[in-house]
């Protein structure tokens, strides 16, 4: 069975920092792609970052240049770390899963297979 399993979200100030972690189970890690979105309520989810196999990274406009996303192959484990973050960034934060062999950065909550349960992070100011 599947798992991924988000952790690491908080309450923070303006400016702060958080480092959220995924850790899967259930499948090939190596083999698939990785992303993180997030959600606010009435708003589609959105991708944060993206990782691919051999750690190609791309990252969405509203948190390029403050966030990392990476991943350690060896415990099953994916990462976000946020810097610099601002009340826009409070939002339930997903890890998600896709099996994939190349190709253009899967933005599309479409495209993944398997997501976590979420993981709320909220800053105020």
């Known amino acids: 069975q599947v798992q991924l399993a988000e952790s690491g979200g908080d309450s923070v100030q303006v400016g702060g920092s958080l480092t959220l972690s995924c850790v899967v189970s259930?499948?090939?890690?190596?083999?698939?792609?990785l992303g993180w979105f997030r959600q606010v309520p009435g708003v589609e989810r959105e991708l944060g970052a993206f990782?691919?196999?051999?750690?190609?990274?791309m990252y969405g406009r509203s948190v390029k240049g403050r966030v990392t996303i990476s991943k350690d192959n060896a415990v099953n484990t994916l990462y976000l770390q946020m810097n610099s973050l601002k009340p826009d960034d409070t939002a339930v934060y997903y890890c998600?899963?896709?099996?994939?062999?190349?190709?253009?950065?899967?933005?599309?909550?479409?495209?993944?297979?398997?997501w976590g349960q979420g993981t709320q992070v909220t800053v105020s100011s």
């Open positions: 259930g499948l090939p890690f190596g083999d698939y792609c």
């Open positions: 998600a899963a896709a099996y994939c062999s190349g190709g253009p950065p899967l933005t599309d909550r479409s495209e993944y297979h398997y």
């Open positions: 990782i691919d196999r051999d750690g190609g990274t």
